[in-house]
């Protein structure tokens, strides 16, 4: 079959994409940058790369053509402003685009919405379910609620909480009952349901084989970590105050908190399950989906996160991607390689997650605190893979917008709170038979606040960029190795 994947870098795109070219599918990839879409060489025969915003213009000359099954995975709530204005808006646009390239069945992945109270996130899941069934092909409806896998934002917030917290003070959503289903049962799902003409016209709930509440699901993942967790909810905890909560102590932005802490009121239990009936799935529960999504974690196999996903609020890479050279304050530091050029670009693309900074770690915390207190991302996001990094990547509060090995090249955009907008660029030049390490940050300031902040920042840059840049080349010498 020939699909249309759009949201083909998102946390769920990213998952079936593999599953379905390794079906023998063709796939074409809607995504706002194709520079963000990195995959295995063997599966670009069988992808093409369709550059499209749903809330832009459309360019017709190169949209695809004779597609059997259209996937709608756009979601918003992570966004900034208001994301049911811009999720109706990307529905529309998707019914108009697909009723003039036609297509023979459309897939959505929606959220259950059971309940007669429903969540802003779930009322705007339902009404982009509505605008998609205006289409003229059949559509085929996927309600589910928590998805528990590595990378995804439900797993990281729970993750976050049992292991940061012996004992929690929690909101009484706590006690709001939900269905999780494992990712891989999601996937299943997914392919499943695409050509099966009993699923076309259809909207079913796919939940896993258990109900629980969130307390009981925290109490659950300690037990699969071997953590003992004690939770007490209090009756009193404001929307705003459970919001913050969520934030300060997860990964999570406070916008995706405010949405969640929405979302979490409202039981979201699989009612219309006659899918089941229909499509085999051998289901998990919700201790074995947990410990399945660790064991991806443990193998370096984690292959999305919702932390890499850039909604639409964020500006694409090409537009960074040129660092300019004017109107900028620039701190750049070169040295002379005597360590193992390959294991200094190991190193480069090591940086930051567990791994750190290299110097003065204890300060980059620092910076990650004060940016969460002004409602920034903070460093909780961390990396998905150790060793690994890919255009596109989340990076502590930093994004990859260049990670090119071959080129021995790695640069970063600033994602922290900011009076302005920053760079940081790793290098490795050869020069006359020689190779040279070039650290680059560069920032350019908005108005008097950006100056005044570089300014203030720059006695901190003189050591602590200084001692990066010496670390970056030396660590992984066999001296240190031998302290390690």
Not at 239 to 253: A, C, D, G, H
Not at 311 to 318: A, H
Not at 381 to 406: C, I, M, P, S
């Amino acid at each position: 079959m020939r699909i249309l994947l759009t949201g083909a870098n998102g946390y769920i795109g990213l998952r079936l994409l593999p599953s379905l070219v390794e079906a023998g599918h063709e796939v074409v990839c809607c995504v706002r940058d194709r520079k963000r879409l990195d995959m295995k060489p063997a599966y670009k025969d069988q992808v093409e790369v369709f550059e499209v915003d749903f809330l832009e213009e459309i360019n017709w000359e190169k949209a695809p053509q004779n597609i059997d099954v259209a996937y709608y995975l756009i979601h918003s709530m992570a966004s900034s402003g208001d994301f049911e204005t811009k999720e109706e808006k990307a529905a529309k646009s998707f019914v108009n685009f697909v009723n003039r390239i036609g297509v023979k069945q459309i897939i959505y992945l929606s959220g259950i919405v059971n309940e007669d109270e429903l969540s802003k996130h779930l009322r705007s899941r339902l009404k982009v379910e509505n605008i998609l069934k205006t289409a003229e092909a059949p559509h085929t409806v996927l309600r589910a609620g928590i998805i528990v896998g590595s990378g995804s934002a439900s797993f990281e917030i729970m993750r976050d909480l049992v292991e940061k917290l012996p004992v929690m003070v929690a909101p009484k959503w706590l006690n709001t009952r939900c269905q999780p289903i494992a990712i891989r049962n999601v996937i299943l799902y997914l392919q499943k349901v695409m050509g099966h003409q009993d699923c076309y016209n259809q909207v079913f709930d796919i939940g896993g084989k258990e109900v629980l509440t969130y307390k009981q699901m925290l109490l659950q993942f300690a037990e699969v970590r071997g953590l003992k967790r004690y939770i007490l909810t209090v009756p009193v905890m404001t929307p705003r105050l459970s919001s913050y909560w969520l934030f300060f102590v997860t990964s999570t932005s406070y916008k995706l908190a405010v949405n969640l802490v929405d979302s979490m009121k409202v039981d979201v239990v699989a009612k219309n399950d006659k899918i089941r009936s229909i499509i085999d799935v051998e289901l998990f529960n919700y201790k074995k989906a947990v410990e399945l999504a660790f064991d991806k974690i443990e193998q370096n196999l984690v292959i999305s996160s919702w932390k890499d996903a850039m909604n639409s609020t964020l500006p694409k890479i090409s537009q960074h991607i040129e660092v300019p050279q004017k109107g900028v304050f620039r701190d750049h530091r070169k040295k002379r390689i005597r360590n193992n050029p390959e294991q200094v670009i190991q190193n480069i693309f090591a940086i930051g997650g567990h791994r750190g900074w290299y110097y003065a770690d204890f300060l980059w915390h620092l910076r990650g605190y004060l940016d969460k207190l002004v409602g920034g991302i903070g460093l909780r996001r961390g990396r998905t893979h150790k060793t690994q990094l890919y255009n596109g990547d989340a990076l502590d509060f930093w994004r990859v917008l260049v990670a090119d090995r071959e080129e021995r090249r790695l640069l970063l955009y600033a994602e922290m709170r900011l009076p302005g907008e920053a760079w940081l660029e790793f290098r490795i030049e050869e020069e006359d038979g020689k190779y040279w390490l070039h650290q680059n940050a560069t920032f350019r300031p908005s108005g008097i606040m950006g100056r005044l902040y570089w300014y203030a920042v720059l006695p901190f840059h003189f050591f602590v960029f200084r001692g990066m840049l010496n670390r970056l080349e030396s660590y992984g010498k066999e001296e240190d190795i031998a302290h390690a």
